[in-house]
């Protein structure tokens, strides 16, 4: 079973991204003799509108994974939060991308659905991530911004080609690294986002398998 992981570069004048430091650990992951079928492959994302989504979508096509988790930060947030649905919209609220671009009310795709719903198995994910004491909900917005561009397009991609990969984002909020350098964020310690991403792993792989 193949497994893509995605994170993101550091943005908005911060020189941390936690996804990315999740990236660098979790391809070092064993996950243990019950995963041991399991192969997980990372892939760091640019902070660039459509130019995310591209670069993830390549490796999706080139690799045709069984599932794919994209993360990313969502510094505010207490907890760690998996993406119910995409919306079809790009609109900067906020700062730029690292480009500069700042889109307002643009489409993603001129043709596309309005929304589009994650297939990983969240509910589940947060049930789990919860009985392990992580602090975890369901989020109903990603946002509009990088995050939301590039889950709306993974999940597009896949449904116009007929995949049955699950797919979908979760965010993940501040580390404690990260918080130390702008100290009124919430945050996690990024031990407790590892032992996270690694049961969003493993939940979801249970997943393939029953779907299979």
């Known amino acids: 079973m ?26 070092r992951e064993d996950l243990g003799e019950a995963f041991a079928d399991v192969r997980l492959h990372t892939l760091l994302l640019p902070v660039r509108y459509d130019e995310c989504a591209a670069k993830l979508l390549a490796e999706t096509r080139r690799l045709k994974p ?8 969502a510094a ?28 307002r009310d643009e489409p993603i795709r001129a043709d596309g659905p309005d929304g589009l719903l994650s297939t990983l198995p969240i509910r589940r994910i947060v049930q789990e991530l919860q009985a392990a004491g992580i602090p975890s909900a ?17 999940l597009d991609d896949l449904r116009e080609s007929g995949s049955p990969a699950l797919a979908g984002f979760v965010h993940f909020p501040a580390s404690t690294r ?35």
């Open 66 to 73: 069984d599932a794919v988790i994209a993360c990313g930060l």
């Open 138 to 154: 369901v989020s109903n917005t990603a946002g509009t911004y990088i995050c939301n561009n590039t889950m709306y397009a993974l």
């Open 76 to 103: 505010g947030r207490t907890a760690i939060t998996p993406e119910r649905i995409a919306i079809n919209v790009k609109d900067t609220e906020s700062y730029a991308d690292n480009e500069g671009r700042s889109p």
């Open 178 to 212: 990260l918080a130390a350098l702008k100290p009124s964020l919430p945050s996690l310690p990024q031990e407790t986002l590892l032992e996270a991403l690694r049961l969003i792993v493993r939940v979801t792989a249970e997943a393939v398998r029953g779907a299979d």
């Open 2 to 27: 193949n497994i893509l992981i995605s994170g993101f570069e550091p943005f908005g004048g911060s020189p941390i991204n936690p996804t990315e430091e999740l990236m660098e650990q979790i391809g």
